[in-house]
């Protein structure tokens, strides 16, 4: 499939049409009579992805899988994050699909090989290595039958399970990933003292811990305060602790890291709120890590469920928005008045907060709506 789509005309047409909308190309006859409109829309729609989520991917000779194999494969931003932890000599990727992760999780290491089960796809990744000028060993099999042939010790051993099932819906319980890690974690870890597993970002962090062994890290990664991963690592050496960090990329704010054991022993103040209120980022949301945020950056919490936190002098480095505000009557609050309207642990949603009270979104002006110990209060900004 390769050499048809890479010739010079084909090439120049997908650049041409990289605008054009793809449903009505779909629905005109290909120029090419040995290439189909879909195999052209496939590419266009590759690159489409590459812009935002790939960039290093566009290049002359490069091609893209279709669309499914695109969503599946990790960004070129938490895959750099994800490379800083690894270095050695031996690496591989066990579920290398697209070979976003392995690109970049392999660059420290000199002895690489990819394991994909999807023969088209590795053939596609095959190609754009070589155009890339990366060498690695590409083996076309499933990884459980690789496992049993090999002899092999590596250094890292990178996953990332497929999580969609035969009907293609998403699926976030270990079990129902493929591979299934609980079934071949022992293997993994006789084979590679480091295991490093991408999980979805709806994934339950206390159902991981207790069913996953071995674990010494997570790292709960957003981008833009968008939570895109949970990755693990298993050691083969038993960890007492779990160091769990959570980073927000593409951000200034610092990676907020603590072990489980110190979120369960930390205790949070309550407080009314003071001037300084706090929304901690969705990686920390998404960590539990609820006492401890308090305890570190001295904040008070406004109410056991509501996760804001407030000081009355500003606390610098908080991992997530900082906001300057007043608590205020909902009679001041001005009808057809344009704010950023935010709820948290309120009976009523943005949208019929916005309704009752008759206002615009947008603007630079903040209300939040949410419960302190003493009850439901609205917060504006000054
Ligand atoms: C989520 S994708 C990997 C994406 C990749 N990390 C990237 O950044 O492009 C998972 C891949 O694992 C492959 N896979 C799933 N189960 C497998 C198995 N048992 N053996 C080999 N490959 C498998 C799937 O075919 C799929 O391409």
């Known amino acids: 499939m390769g050499n048809k789509l890479l010739n010079k005309e084909i090439q120049n047409y997908i650049n041409a049409n990289l605008k054009t909308d793809l449903h009505s190309l779909l629905l005109k006859k290909s120029p090419f009579p040995k290439v189909s409109m879909h195999e052209i829309v496939q590419q ?9 989520k790939f960039p290093f991917l566009l290049k002359e000779g490069i091609l893209f899988p279709p669309q499914l194999n ?15 932890m690894l270095k050695g000599n031996k690496f591989i990727d066990l579920t290398s699909g697209f070979g976003i992760d392995a690109f970049y999780l392999s660059q420290n290491f ?38 049993n042939g090999n002899q092999e010790h590596f250094d890292v051993i990178y996953l990332d399970p497929a999580r969609r099932d ?69 050691s083969s050496e038993n960890a007492d602790k779990i160091i769990c960090n959570c980073v ?40 539990g890590v609820f006492n401890l945020i308090s305890q570190k950056f001295a904040l008070k919490k406004l109410h056991p469920n509501s996760h804001l936190y407030t000081s009355s002098e500003k606390i610098e480095n908080f991992p997530g928005r900082t906001f300057e505000m007043e608590s205020v009557d909902s009679k001041s609050i001005k009808k057809k008045g344009q704010f950023n309207i935010i709820a948290k642990n309120y009976p009523l949603k943005p949208e019929e907060i916005k309704k009752k009270y008759g206002l615009k979104d947008g603007g630079d002006q903040y209300l939040i709506f949410t419960q302190s110990k003493k009850g439901k209060i609205i917060l504006k900004s000054v």
């Open 44 to 52: 266009i729609k590759g690159k489409q992805v590459a812009e935002r």
């Open 70 to 84: 695109l969503e599946q494969s990790s960004s070129e931003k938490t895959a750099l994050y994800k490379s800083e």
């Open 110 to 147: 000199d002895d690489i090989t990819l394991v994909e089960q999807n023969t088209e796809l590795l053939n596609i990744v095959e190609n754009n290595w070589c155009i890339l000028g990366r060498k690695a060993k590409f083996i076309n099999l499933k990884l459980e039958d690789f496992l």
């Open 166 to 234: 035969e009907q293609k819906n998403k699926v976030f319980l270990l079990e129902d990933l493929s591979p299934d890690i609980l079934e071949i974690h022992e293997k993994l870890l006789s084979v590679s003292s480091q295991v490093i597993i991408k999980l979805s970002p709806l994934i339950d962090l206390k159902y991981l811990v207790s069913v996953l062994p071995g674990i010494s890290r997570i790292d709960v990664i957003a981008l833009k305060n968008d939570v895109k991963e949970v990755v693990v690592l298993l």
């Open 248 to 287: 927000n990329l593409d951000s200034s704010e610092p990676v907020f890291s603590f072990t489980f054991g110190e979120e369960e022993t930390a205790e949070s103040e309550y407080s009314e709120p003071e001037n300084y209120i706090y929304i901690p980022n969705h990686s920390i949301l998404k960590a």
